[in-house]
């Protein structure tokens, strides 16, 4: 059963939301790639349009848009995703993840592109539990 922790973005507010997705919900978001559009109902908000902006497996390698398929690789990289060298030139050998989302991810970074009727932090206020204070 896939789990995803998505990092909701809503440049609208300027604000970021952690959302947790499980279940059926998470399945729909295997296969996608990077750059793909959803329906916002996947991570709780319903009426919106997000985007896959990227994400990071389970050992913490980040997903690169222009790196087709489901696997790691070593490529080289001068400044870029994944790697900001000290001085200009300087290339290293990295590795990165794929451009689709599979059960190996753990975190899918999300932008909202289509705004609902309510608010994000609303919508996303209303699903998460209430913390006790002491």
Do not use: W
Request: proline letters at 5%; glycine letters at 12%.
């Amino acid at each position: 059963m896939a789990e995803f922790k998505c990092v909701v973005a809503d440049p609208k507010e300027g604000k970021t939301f952690a959302v947790e997705v499980k279940g059926h919900h998470a399945n729909a978001l295997v296969g996608k790639k990077v750059g793909d559009e959803v329906d916002g109902l996947f991570v709780n908000l319903p009426g919106y349009r997000v985007k896959v902006t990227g994400g990071s497996d389970k050992e913490g390698f980040p997903m690169r848009h222009d790196l087709p398929g489901i696997g790691r690789r070593r490529i080289l990289v001068s400044d870029s995703l994944g790697y900001h060298p000290d001085r200009h030139g300087k290339r290293r050998r990295k590795s990165l993840r794929g451009n689709t989302v599979t059960l190996d991810i753990v975190q899918i970074n999300l932008v909202v592109v289509k705004h609902g009727a309510k608010p994000v932090a609303e919508i996303l206020a209303e699903a998460a539990p209430a913390e006790k204070k002491a």
